[in-house]
């Protein structure tokens, strides 16, 4: 398995963006990321999965998994969990890469719904079955729905691209 097949610019865009979305909802003052209330959407996520579902060759999936990391650690979340789980979905989307690279929008929501919700249920139940600290459902499930509602922000210019490259 090839793990680095991109060039220096499109690895470097996609590490400051990763930084960029992984550290901006600590910024915020007035919530923590453990509150309840807070109704941030995982950005970071929808930039993963969208570059894995349409340009799956541009991702470096060292600097992904360094940037996991670096999230687990800032998010205060159990180091390597939630990482080993996003990191075999994009795996994963990867290894089909040729079926999934040319389908329509909707498709790839699909499958980002599917994934997220996986990941999210397979997070949840580890976190229970190693009594690791939990959040609350009612925060996982917020979290959740304003992600898939943000991904077409990420999934949509990548489709423009391709048409317009056409």
Known sequence: MKFYQSNLLTNTLVF??????????TALTSTGLNNT?????DLFLCLIFASA???????????ILILLL??????????????????????IIRRY???????PFYIHY???LILISCVQTLNLFLHHLLFLPKLSLLTIVNQTIFTLICYPLFDIP?????????
């Open 16 to 25: 400051v963006l990763g930084l960029l979305f992984i550290i901006f909802p």
């Open 37 to 41: 209330n807070s109704f941030y959407p």
């Open 53 to 63: 579902l349409n340009r799956p060759k541009i991702i470096n999936l060292y600097a």
């Open 70 to 91: 670096f999230s687990d650690v800032l998010h205060m979340k159990p180091i390597g969990l939630f990482t080993i789980l996003m990191f075999t979905s994009v795996v």
């Open 97 to 103: 890469k040729l079926q999934i690279e040319q389908s």
């Open 110 to 112: 699909l499958i980002f």
């Open 158 to 166: 990548y489709k423009l691209v391709r048409t317009n490259k056409r």
